[in-house]
Every structure is written in structure tokens, then in C-alpha cells.
């Protein structure tokens, strides 16, 4: 691991706010969990229905963490490559990911109700899922904050852009892609457990898209040179 990626990793969970966003996102998770709990019906309490919820909550807040490594990037020196950005997103999409599967497991363990008959099932794959779901729309957030140069416009496209293109799906009844070309239609196969060759080719498909694709050409218009403003000097111009 070299010294710029290092230096990323450091950056990514490194600051007090960051640490701050980090404890904020998993406590939704968590409430959400504890929500589900009081409120859904016995067969709805379930290891993969409480990570469904809370996973897809905190999915909301994760890109949020790229596009602020992004922005230090920007602050950075200009040698500093785009690579070790996009490799450090992982790190706090992986901590939501794990954490977020721990807090959903102790609050259905700890259930002071009763739950369904198979409160853990597909509880393994939920798990992969859920991290795999954190990681991707970490990388979402890498890919818009190169693209787009204000974080606050950047972090709004990663809910708007993803929703978008579902909604235009629906639109064009064309509902069977969303999880070809969509990570909310992936994440939906990832959290419910239910995965198939067919459905692991839908997320590969995806991460293609929104995780590999979208940073390259990120990485790509931020290399682009910049054009230089002329300032015309009217005095030049007067005889």
C-alpha cells in the first residue's frame, strides 16, 4: 500500500466529523431496526427484513463519505492520484456494512417479542449483501463528487440520479431492468437473501455501471485540462 493510499484511508474515517456522520448513520440503522421490531408484524421480524430497512437507510448516508474524500482530493496536492480516493470509500462503507449487520442481529436477538418461525434465514447472504450494498454506493458518491464539483450537488445526485433512473424504468414499464441497471433494484436481490447465478450477473452488472464505470469517466473529466479564462484588456484596444 503506498503513501497516497494510505494517507486516503486515514482521511476517510480521520476527522471528528467524519467520526460524527459515521456514529449518526449507524444510529439510524439501528433505530430503524428497533422500529421494525415494535411495529411489524411476528413473520416481519427477521434478520433479513430489519437489514433490508436498515441497510437501505444507511446506503443513503454512505456516498456522502466519497464525495467528501473527493473533495479533499481537490484540496490536495496535484500529483496525489484519483485511485486511492475511490480505493478508501471502502473502508467506511465496509465499517456501515459490518456494523450495520451486527446491530441488526443483536436487536433481533434481543427481540422482547416474538418474531417469525425462521428469524435467520438467508442471515449469511443478507450479511454479504449488506456490505456489497454499503461498497457500491460508496463508490457512487466517488464517481459524482468527480464529476460534479460542489459536494452539496454531488452528494443530492447520488439519491436523485439512482431514483431517477428507476422511476424512468417504471415510466417505460421497463421495470424488469432496474436490477441490470439500477443499485436500488440490485440492493433490493442483495438484502432479501434470495441470490441466484442470474442475480450475482444483475450486481456485477451494476457495480460495471454505477462503480467502476462511473468513477473512470470521473477520473477522466477530472483530468481533463481546464480552459483557461481570457481576460480581454479593453486598453489594449483603444487607439
Not at 71 to 77: H, I, S
Not at 94 to 99: A, E, K, L
Not at 162 to 167: A, C, D, K
Request: aromatic share 4%; with cysteine.
Amino acid at each position: 500500500m503506498d503513501e497516497t493510499t494510505r494517507d486516503a484511508l486515514g482521511r476517510a474515517l480521520g476527522t471528528r466529523a467524519r467520526r460524527w456522520l459515521l456514529a449518526g448513520t449507524l444510529l439510524a440503522g439501528l433505530l430503524t431496526a428497533v422500529a421494525l421490531i415494535a411495529a411489524a408484524a411476528p413473520a416481519e421480524r427477521t434478520f433479513t427484513e430489519l437489514s433490508g430497512a436498515a441497510q437501505s437507510l444507511m446506503s443513503v448516508v454512505t456516498p456522502l463519505f466519497g464525495v467528501l474524500l473527493v473533495r479533499d482530493r481537490r484540496r490536495a496536492p496535484a500529483t496525489v492520484g484519483v485511485l486511492p480516493t475511490v480505493l478508501a470509500v471502502v473502508l467506511p462503507a465496509v465499517v456501515i456494512g459490518v456494523v450495520g449487520v451486527l446491530l441488526c442481529a443483536a436487536t433481533l436477538a434481543l427481540a422482547p417479542t416474538t418474531v417469525a418461525d425462521e428469524p435467520w434465514r438467508h442471515a449469511g447472504t443478507v450479511a454479504v449483501g449488506s456490505v456489497l450494498v454499503q461498497i457500491l454506493a460508496g463508490l457512487v458518491g466517488t464517481g459524482l463528487g468527480l464529476l460534479l464539483r460542489s459536494p452539496t450537488s454531488a452528494f443530492a445526485a447520488t439519491i436523485v440520479l439512482p431514483l431517477g433512473v428507476l422511476g424512468l424504468l417504471e415510466v417505460v414499464q421497463a421495470g424488469a431492468a432496474q436490477p441490470w441497471l439500477t443499485p436500488l433494484g440490485s440492493a433490493r436481490n442483495l438484502l432479501s437473501g434470495e441470490m441466484s447465478l442470474l442475480r450475482w450477473v444483475q450486481w456485477l452488472c451494476v457495480l460495471l455501471i454505477w462503480g467502476v464505470g462511473l468513477n473512470a469517466v470521473g477520473a477522466a473529466v477530472w483530468r481533463r485540462p481546464q480552459p483557461v479564462r481570457q481576460v480581454g484588456v479593453a486598453a489594449d484596444e483603444v487607439a
